[in-house]
């Protein structure tokens, strides 16, 4: 008897979460399909992403020039190969803004503080930006309850012409130069000045970067 219980309430509880999953799969897909065509002068999706702003922050995808924003998330999209979809969310106020010729694939951007990136900046497979630290970090401010009113958060602001290698983290309060390349599988943090390429982790200056 208690092992057919522990059954029953084992196929309930897996039931709920593939409902739970089902739900925010096509409410994220609904929010994909408005973007699209909110967004069509602005962005070309290639592929099911995930665009959020949720109350009191903000997205903006900036093509004053004309030149549009490339966001790539179908497995086909990219031969080096992509291990999830583009993820792009602002929560809790933060604001990102996304210039015109930036080309992302299956990357994530999440902010809740804020994000910059600079036009003609392009963003390779696997790559995370964030301006927060995502859960607080003492034990004491996580458990029993999260205090994401004391997460640390600071500013990201990425230059014109960068580059991020294949799974690279740019980490919060990271500020980049123009035309600056950061090495596939680098974490970065810190202030790094034009033309130069970086790589490592934590990320440093390796060499100079010819415009």
């Keep these: 008897t208690c092992t057919r219980k522990k059954e029953?309430?084992?196929?309930?509880?897996?039931?709920?979460?593939?409902?739970?999953?089902?739900?925010?799969?096509?409410?994220?897909?609904?929010?994909?399909?408005?973007?699209?065509?909110?967004?069509?002068?602005?962005?070309?999706?290639?592929g099911f992403s995930v665009v959020c702003a949720m109350k009191g922050s903000n997205i903006l995808f900036n093509n004053?020039?004309?030149?549009?924003?490339?966001?790539?998330?179908?497995?086909?999209?990219?031969?080096?190969?992509?291990s999830q979809r583009c993820i792009i969310v602002a929560k809790n106020g933060g604001k990102i803004v996304i210039n015109e010729g930036v080309g992302m694939s299956g990357c994530t951007i999440y902010s809740m503080e804020s994000i910059t990136i600079g036009r003609n900046t392009d963003i390779g497979s696997g790559c995370k930006i964030i301006d927060n630290d995502f859960h607080p970090l003492?034990?004491?401010?996580?458990?029993?309850?999260?205090?994401?009113?004391?997460?640390?958060k600071r500013p990201?602001?990425?230059?014109?012409?960068?580059f991020f290698g294949a799974n690279s983290i740019i980490l919060k309060?990271?500020?980049?130069?123009?035309?600056?390349v950061v090495g596939a599988g680098s974490v970065v943090s810190g202030t790094f000045p034009d033309n130069v390429i970086i790589a490592g982790n934590p990320a440093r200056i390796i060499k100079d970067n010819r415009e």
Excluded: W
């Excluded at 739970?20 to 409410?27: A, K, Q, S, Y």
């Excluded at 408005?34 to 967004?39: D, E, F, G, N, V």
């Excluded at 309060?173 to 600056?180: A, D, F, S």
């Design 138 to 152: 003492p034990y004491s401010e996580r458990y029993p309850v999260e205090r994401l009113d004391l997460l640390k």
């Design 156 to 162: 990201v602001v990425i230059g014109e012409g960068c």
């Design 173 to 180: 309060g990271t500020t980049l130069g123009k035309n600056v």
């Design 64 to 82: 004053a020039g004309g030149g549009k924003i490339n966001i790539f998330s179908h497995p086909f999209s990219n031969m080096f190969g992509l």
């Design 8 to 46: 029953v309430e084992g196929l309930s509880c897996g039931f709920e979460v593939i409902m739970e999953m089902l739900i925010r799969t096509v409410f994220f897909f609904l929010l994909y399909l408005k973007c699209r065509i909110i967004y069509r002068k602005q962005v070309y999706f290639r």
